[in-house]
């Protein structure tokens, strides 16, 4: 699907199961990026500007706060912590430090809009954390 503008639309697609063929229907919205974060840290330096237009960005986060304070209207609805692709753990809070050779996925709401945003914090070989929002 090549998405050219804003607004919502019907899409229908067939699904094959086994030898049966299903027509399903399903209506799509597309809305506008907009930032779910008033504010993100790394220890003390402001990063928020770099996600305002922007779906990635890596940045050197190890062994530093990473401080999130979601804008108006979003709402933190989960954040867990893996190891090798496996759930350790589900963190509170707004502020995380991140362990060695773990990635932290962080589901945000948007109340009004009912939009949802997934932040994925990667940790690589060389020490950083590539920040993704999809």
Same mark, same amino acid.
């Given at each position: #699907?090549?998405?050219?503008?804003? *607004?919502?639309?019907?899409?229908?697609?067939?699904?094959?199961? *086994?030898?049966? &063929?299903? %027509?399903?229907?399903?209506?799509?919205?597309?809305?506008?990026?907009?930032?779910?974060?008033?504010? &993100?840290?790394?220890? +003390?330096?402001? $990063?928020?500007? /770099?996600?305002?237009?922007?779906?990635? @960005?890596?940045?050197? @986060? =190890? *062994?530093? &706060?990473? @401080?999130?304070?979601? %804008?108006?209207?979003?709402? &933190?609805?989960?954040?867990? =912590? /893996?190891? %090798?692709?496996?759930?350790?753990?589900? =963190?509170? *809070?707004? @502020?995380?430090?991140?362990?060695?050779?773990?990635? #932290?996925?962080?589901? #945000?709401? +948007?109340?009004?809009?009912?939009?949802?945003?997934? =932040?994925?914090?990667?940790?690589?070989?060389?020490?950083?954390?590539?920040?993704? $929002?999809?």
């Amino acid at each position: #699907m090549q998405i050219k503008k804003t *607004g919502t639309t019907k899409v229908s697609f067939k699904v094959r199961c *086994g030898k049966k &063929i299903y %027509n399903c229907k399903t209506t799509v919205k597309v809305v506008k990026y907009a930032n779910p974060f008033k504010k &993100i840290l790394l220890d +003390n330096t402001d $990063i928020t500007k /770099y996600y305002n237009h922007k779906f990635s @960005s890596q940045e050197s @986060s =190890l *062994g530093k &706060i990473i @401080s999130l304070k979601p %804008n108006k209207n979003w709402k &933190i609805k989960s954040c867990y =912590l /893996y190891k %090798n692709g496996k759930k350790l753990k589900k =963190l509170k *809070g707004s @502020s995380y430090t991140l362990p060695e050779d773990t990635s #932290m996925t962080l589901t #945000m709401t +948007n109340k009004k809009t009912k939009v949802v945003e997934t =932040l994925k914090f990667d940790y690589a070989d060389f020490g950083d954390y590539d920040l993704d $929002i999809y």
